[in-house]
């Protein structure tokens, strides 16, 4: 549950700063291609994950936060690249995506990786309340 807390106050915290700060800190600005986007957890489909709770949310403001049940959260600045597409950075990659589905309950993407490969993630819209399943340890 801690990983979902974390998450949580990130989010908050990321909210509360003014715009001016936002952009001080080299967060970019990410048009809105509709609500069903943005401002949205997605929990990545169960037959499309191996380990349940993987979750993203794309906030209007350009700021992505990835997080699971399993791992410590990430932030990134995501950007639409396209009126179907848009990318994100991972550690020292940009990581480019094709919206293929998008509508308020479903989010498909088509991750395009090293070597050509493709690949291709299922959201569902999280349901609130969410817990993270109880992991084996």
Same mark, same amino acid.
């Given at each position: 549950? %801690?990983?979902?807390?974390?998450?949580?106050?990130?989010?908050?915290?990321?909210?509360?700063?003014?715009?001016?700060?936002?952009?001080?800190?080299?967060?970019?600005?990410?048009?809105?291609?509709?609500?069903?986007?943005?401002?949205?957890?997605?929990?990545?489909?169960?037959?499309?994950?191996?380990? *349940?709770?993987?979750?993203?949310?794309?906030?209007?403001?350009?700021?992505?936060?990835?997080?699971?049940?399993?791992?410590?959260?990430?932030?990134?600045?995501?950007?639409?690249?396209?009126?179907?597409?848009?990318?994100?950075?991972?550690?020292?990659?940009?990581?480019?995506?094709?919206?293929?589905?998008?509508?308020?309950?479903?989010?498909?993407?088509?991750?395009?990786?090293?070597?050509?490969?493709?690949?291709?993630? %299922?959201?569902?819209?999280?349901?609130?309340?969410?817990?993270?399943?109880?992991? *084996?340890?």
């Amino acid at each position: 549950m %801690r990983p979902i807390i974390l998450a949580t106050l990130a989010v908050a915290a990321l909210c509360a700063l003014p715009a001016s700060a936002q952009e001080a800190e080299g967060m970019t600005s990410a048009p809105m291609i509709g609500a069903s986007l943005t401002e949205k957890f997605w929990v990545q489909s169960e037959e499309d994950a191996g380990l *349940p709770g993987s979750m993203v949310l794309f906030l209007s403001e350009g700021t992505m936060l990835q997080d699971s049940c399993w791992e410590t959260y990430r932030l990134s600045n995501w950007k639409m690249t396209g009126e179907d597409s848009l990318s994100w950075q991972e550690d020292t990659m940009t990581i480019e995506a094709d919206i293929v589905e998008l509508n308020e309950a479903e989010l498909i993407l088509a991750l395009q990786l090293v070597g050509d490969e493709t690949v291709e993630k %299922r959201y569902t819209a999280s349901p609130v309340p969410f817990l993270c399943p109880d992991m *084996p340890r």
